[in-house]
């Protein structure tokens, strides 16, 4: 009884993805039968190489990969740096000035593009040049992201002080401490902010909606949309496309189911 | 001050991406802008305006109506998964799994496999509810389902949040249950009064984060219905973004945004206060 329920419930939530599937192999007339068919009659692989032909997948792709490795360079090298100081070293205020990073998780858990300030970093970027690019989307991620930091200081906090006291009797620096002791210590913790910012900006729609004009340099997330707006009739290649943009995610997941599920636990501690 | 070196970078993106936006907000909001050239003050024109705005009220109604039934049910859905997922059976994995992946999943997709789920005549989901004699519904193009469609549709990402829910489930310790049972207490009292106080703290987190995030809901309007039918699920941030990006009016859309970081800190701040007498932080 208990598997009935449990295999109903996932089998109801992973309906979404599942549909998209079968959606992306049906033929255009079996697309408009109802009852819809659960499982394709005959599937239509060529589906998916009419989807890649009609937008520039191949492209977006790239630029997406390209966007997506950038933010998450950013969000390891600055978010352990920050954290480190948070966590790693002691000195007045700390604990005070991390009050602050609580609170943006709060209300800015969608950092750093959100609908409270996009409109000012819009305007200040359009000054400063930098719209049109990927330097909006990317330059702030280089500056820490509250959940991030939060994120990493929990982890950090648990590794045992001893060893950074016994490093700076030995004479080591800050910097030497860092890199060499804590660095291969925080490494599953920096796995999981740099698998949550990859996923984070392949799935980000708002930043290059926003930011990004040039058909060139869309990413998937936006390809998809004009793709909608030019075959928006032809849902199989939709589906098609947009089963392309989602397998990344899916795969990345499964290979490191490890760290998200651990990630997360962490970042919901206290 | 070696730490504060090292945080440097935070305090600097701190006031240039939050502290800077957020103020910035008041003073482009007193301004008539359209995005070219400079903006001309105008005092507290644009707010006036908008009070008088239909159409703000609208967004206004049409984001709180989201948050206030997105949020109780995001945390009762998400308690669900976790206790699904906390099941101990030997496939547990992959409940856990499939129970996740849509959380993950990049929401403009599920935004636009969901048009075609729900679409009034050929969808799935209403073929499904034929079987329970419900009437074929237009959830999205009809404006008394248009937003709990939405609302609805948001459950799909409850498995992020479910796994800080099951953490907190696993940290419970077992004698807690033991001694419940010892008193005769059945599988909901044990629920109730043992796993649920438990869990406040989770819950707090949870509705917090799920007002900013419904305060500031925007890609599942934006692809699935572009604001409409009629409105019906023109929420703030899709207003803003309108406003803003689509018809020029920077300074308008700026005092919007103000207005929502007002509501969203207090609407924390409030859930906060409250949090002590509701909220249990004693394990024992």
Known sequence: MLRVFLVAMSLFYISPIYWMLVTALKSDQELSQFPPTLLPQAAVWNNFDDATKAFPFLAYFGNTVFYAALVMLGSVLSNFVIAYGFSRIKWPGRDLLFYPVIASIFIFIQFPVNPITMVPMFALFAKLGMVNSYLPLVVPTFFGNPFFIFLLRQFMLQIPTDISEAARIDGANEFQIMTRLILPLAKPALVVVALFAGVGAWNDFLGPLIYLHDDKLYTLSLGLTFFKTMHGIQFNLLMAASCLVVLPVVAVFLLFQRFFTDGIALGGGK | ?284
């Open chain 2, 1 to 284: 001050m070696l730490g504060l070196l090292f945080i440097s970078p935070w305090i600097v993106g701190f006031f240039l991406f939050l502290v800077y936006p957020v103020f910035s907000n008041f003073h482009l909001g007193m301004t008539d802008y359209s995005g070219f050239g400079e903006p001309a003050w105008i005092g507290f024109k644009n707010y006036q305006e908008l009070f008088h705005d239909s159409l703000f009220w609208t967004s206004i109604y049409n984001t709180f109506y989201y948050v206030i039934l997105a949020v109780p049910l995001g945390v009762v859905v998400a308690i669900a998964l976790a206790l699904a997922m906390n099941q101990k059976v030997r496939e547990a994995r992959v409940y856990r799994a499939l129970l996740y992946i849509p959380s993950i999943a990049p929401a403009f997709a599920l935004s636009m496999m969901l048009i075609w789920i729900l679409n009034p005549r050929y969808g799935l989901f209403n073929f499904l509810l034929g079987f329970l004699h419900i009437p074929a519904i237009d959830w999205l193009g009809d404006r008394r389902f248009s937003k709990l469609a939405i609302v609805l549709v948001a459950q799909f990402g409850a498995g992020q949040i479910a796994l800080i829910f099951l953490a907190a489930l696993k940290a419970i310790p077992s004698h807690l249950y033991d001694a419940a049972s010892l008193d005769g207490a059945g599988y909901l009292r044990k629920f109730w009064y043992v796993t649920l106080p438990l869990l406040t703290p989770t819950i707090l987190y949870d509705v917090i984060i799920g007002v900013g995030l419904g305060l500031q809901v925007f890609v599942p309007a934006y692809i699935m219905t572009d604001g409409g039918p009629l409105n019906s699920t023109l929420f703030a941030a899709l207003y803003i973004y309108k406003n803003a990006f689509e018809y020029g009016r920077v300074g308008f859309a700026a005092a919007v945004s103000g207005l929502l970081f007002l509501i969203n800190a207090t609407v924390a701040v409030i859930t906060f206060w409250s949090s002590k007498y509701w909220v249990n932080y004693n394990i024992d």
